[in-house]
């Protein structure tokens, strides 16, 4: 995983992403990304910045796709495709020889020209072939395309990635049956595999690195391991690897499942005290809001936590 950042004037995002990232949670809080994402890649002057672990990303070494629920515009796919086959084309060998019949053409227009009208002093040119005219001339056709969600999932899919790509997909399970989400889904992970970064707001894609929107905070693995040292530091219980890693299972897994509500610990609902405090300290320390049941703790126990809650410790 790594670290991104989306910053405005007003508000700065951080998402842990892989090669597929998946966003959880309230959709209305995730369109402020979007608005960001569609600011940074569509809008001169835009003030967005995105950020990939501290290193800024240029848009312009970056191609960046969209596809929303309602309403797509396929253009900026069809003019990269385009664009795929001129990069390809101008390196084939009969392109080649065409500039080079044409470089002969043009000496053939002067000599007739000089032959034809050289005593009134009129010259004739034949202009140089360029590849801006050569895509003047390359139409491309769809047939069978009815802009859905899944035919641009296939444009995206049968391009010639050059340069990174990030590809951001709303809600593509819309209007599908069981086997178009799934053939979408299967398309989604091979994009994922070529190179692409794929963000896609699901609340059921599994196997990615997930953000959820939890209380107004974005909340994700990443930021535990963040703060892993201070915790392990700052408990009072000896822990293991395989105690840290379940009280981040449990942590992540009750933000999964709390449907807008404050996540609820208690001793009863965990495996052992060493865990109950782990989750406590993850969520003191990255402030995530939580109620907190302590019957069954030891007093001494209590007390201590509270005191890192009010910073004395």
């Not at 569609?38 to 003030?47: A, C, I, K, L, V």
């Not at 010259?123 to 056709?141: G, H, N, V």
């Not at 990174?164 to 989604?188: H, K, Q, W, Y």
């Not at 782990?278 to 320390?285: D, M």
Request: with cysteine; charged share 25%; glycine share 8%.
């Amino acid at each position: 995983m790594n670290k991104w950042m989306f910053k405005n004037a007003e508000h700065e995002l951080t998402l842990a992403m892989g090669q597929l990232t998946v966003l959880k949670g309230d959709r209305e809080k995730w369109g402020e990304l979007v608005g960001m994402l569609d600011s940074y890649f569509n809008q001169q002057g835009t003030e967005v910045t995105i950020w990939k672990d501290g290193k800024q990303v240029r848009k312009k070494h970056m191609n960046y796709y969209a596809i929303y629920e309602n309403g797509n515009n396929i253009e900026p796919i069809l003019k990269d495709l385009k664009q795929g086959i001129l990069d390809k084309l101008v390196l084939s060998p009969i392109y080649k020889e065409f500039i080079e019949i044409w470089e002969e053409l043009q000496e053939e227009v002067q000599f007739i020209g000089e032959c034809e009208h050289g005593k009134t002093g009129i010259k004739y040119e034949l202009a140089s072939m360029t590849k801006t005219i050569l895509e003047k001339s390359l139409s491309l056709r769809i047939s069978e395309y009815d802009n859905s969600r899944l035919d641009i999932i296939k444009l995206i899919l049968g391009m010639s990635i050059t340069k990174p790509t990030l590809v951001f997909v709303e809600g593509f399970r819309s209007g599908l049956n069981d086997i178009e989400c799934a053939n979408a889904e299967g398309m989604l992970r091979e994009m994922a595999r070529r190179g692409m970064h794929i963000i896609v707001l699901d609340d059921n894609l599994v196997g990615a690195s997930v953000n959820y929107y939890y209380q107004d905070l974005i909340v994700n693995k990443l930021e535990i391991l963040g703060v892993k040292k201070i915790i392990l530091e700052s408990s009072p219980i000896l822990s293991s690897s395989e105690d840290f890693l379940q009280a981040i299972d449990w942590s992540i897994g009750a933000v999964d499942k709390s449907k807008g509500k404050v996540v609820e610990l208690e001793l009863q609902s965990v495996d052992n005290l060493c865990v109950f405090t782990l989750i406590y300290l993850i969520f003191t320390f990255l402030k995530w809001p939580l109620i907190v049941d302590f019957r069954g703790i030891r007093s001494d126990l209590i007390e201590y936590l509270a005191e890192i809650v009010s910073g004395e410790v």
